[in-house]
C-alpha cells in the first residue's frame, strides 16, 4: 500500500541556520510528491511539487526538495531558515488513477530568535 | 480570486446531533476534495468529487457520514449522529481537474468539537 512517513515530528532550528525535513515513500510507481506547509490556523498551502525530470525542485519561500529514487525521499530543504517559516509540513503522495493525497503525519517545525 | 472557502469556522455540537459542513470551491474547479485532520489520525482522504458524482468515498469512515455537490459547486459533507470521536479539523480543497499532476488548494477547515 502507498504511505509516506516524515520520521521527525517535531525539529528545532535557529533563525539563519539550515533545515532539512525528511520524507520517506512507499510507492510501486513513479511517484506524484509533494509538499504543504500548514500555519496556525490556516489550510495547506502547496510549498511544491514534482513528478518528473530534473529531480532537484524548487519552490516558494525559498524551499527546495530533492527526490532520490534510489534512497525513495523527497526530502525538503532551506538554505537559512526565518522565524515566520514556524509551521507544520506535511510532505504528500498522489497515486495514480485516484484523486486522493496520501500524507505523511507532519513535522512541527520550531524557529529558536 | 477568491480561494476555497468553508463554513461554520467553527462548530460545536452535542453528541448525537446532525452537522452539515459547506464548502466553496475555487470558482472553475471541477474537482473537489474532503480530507480530515485529527491528533490521533493526521490528515486523512474522505471523499472526492469529479462534477457532482463522487468517483472514490472510500475514506468516509462510517454510513453516519455523507457527502453531496450539486451544480458542480458547493459541496456539503453531513454528519449524522455526531460521536466524540468525530472531533477533527474537516479541510475542503479543489483543483482544476483529478489529474496527478494538479494542485489540490485547500480551504482554512472546519474545526468540529462534539461534546
Known amino acids: 500500500a502507498q504511505s509516506v512517513t516524515q520520521p521527525d515530528i517535531h525539529i528545532t532550528v535557529s533563525e539563519g541556520a539550515s533545515l532539512e525535513l525528511r520524507c520517506n515513500y512507499s510507492y510501486g510507481a513513479t511517484p506524484y510528491l509533494f509538499w504543504y506547509v500548514q500555519s496556525p490556523g490556516q489550510g495547506l498551502q502547496l510549498l511544491l511539487k514534482y513528478f518528473s525530470g530534473d529531480t532537484l525542485v524548487q519552490g516558494i519561500k525559498g524551499f527546495e526538495a530533492e527526490f532520490k529514487r534510489s534512497q525513495s525521499s523527497f526530502n525538503l530543504r532551506k538554505p537559512s531558515v526565518h522565524w515566520s517559516d514556524a509551521a507544520e509540513y506535511f510532505c504528500?503522495?498522489?497515486?495514480?488513477?485516484?484523486?486522493?493525497?496520501?500524507f505523511g503525519q507532519g513535522t512541527t517545525l520550531q524557529v529558536k530568535p | 480570486g477568491a480561494g476555497v472557502s468553508q463554513s461554520p469556522s467553527n462548530k460545536v455540537t452535542e453528541k448525537g446531533k446532525d452537522v452539515e459542513l459547506r464548502c466553496d470551491p475555487i470558482s472553475g474547479h471541477t474537482a473537489l476534495y474532503w480530507y480530515r485532520q485529527s491528533l490521533g489520525q493526521g490528515l486523512e482522504f474522505l471523499i472526492y468529487f469529479q462534477g457532482n458524482s463522487a468517483p472514490d468515498k472510500s475514506g468516509l469512515p462510517s454510513d453516519r457520514f455523507s457527502a453531496e455537490r450539486t451544480g458542480g459547486s458547493v459541496s456539503t459533507l453531513t454528519i449524522q449522529r455526531t460521536q466524540q470521536e468525530d472531533s477533527a479539523v474537516y479541510l475542503c480543497a479543489s483543483s482544476l481537474g483529478t489529474g496527478e499532476l494538479e494542485t489540490q488548494y485547500f480551504g482554512p477547515g472546519t474545526r468540529l468539537l462534539v461534546l
Open positions: 504528500a503522495v498522489h497515486p495514480s488513477n485516484t484523486g486522493k493525497l496520501i
